[in-house]
């Protein structure tokens, strides 16, 4: 059989501590200009691991999600360890999807995004917010999310590149 052939179906799971070396393996190929540590990842995980999943075929992880509570306007830190969720949430933020080139193309993004949508709709939390990056603004539009503005924006957004753009998507509650 061909190395590159495609065996099973791409299927989303929870992430779990065993997935981190993988989730940074991911990372450090798709995110070049923005790493994050894994004790980073682990944190996300234990405080909101409903919203952390990884992308796998059979045995072999091919990308990862990672969402939670937060609030609307607000950027959480690149790389910064959080020691508690915001007690009060309005929105579930998607901090990353990084999916492999041989996990894209067969709408795993927008099935991640219908995941974390039910969570948010679950737990009363109106919109889903994230920051664009490397000029992915057309995906994340062609999910819902448009372009928003909210005070001190830009200087959130500096440490995230030159084509960052803070988006939001409002839910049907």
Known sequence: ??????????VWRRAAAADLDAIVA???QVHTML???RATFANKLMLFG???????????????????????????PLDTPMTALPERADC???????????GRGAGAGRRYIGHVSTLARRDRLPSLALV???????IWTACGFKMT???DMAKKLAVYGSTACYMTASLDL
């Open 149 to 151: 503005s909210a005070p």
């Open 50 to 76: 409903e919203g952390c999943l990884v992308l796998g075929r059979d045995d072999v992880v091919l990308g990862y999600g990672i969402s939670y509570p937060w609030r609307l306007g607000d950027v959480p």
């Open 132 to 138: 664009s990056v490397y000029d992915s603004r057309p």
């Open 1 to 10: 059989m061909d190395q590159a052939e495609e065996v099973g179906p791409l």
């Open 92 to 102: 579930l933020f998607v901090h990353d999807v990084a999916i492999l080139p041989a």
């Open 35 to 37: 790493p994050e540590q």
């Open 26 to 28: 991911i990372q450090d």
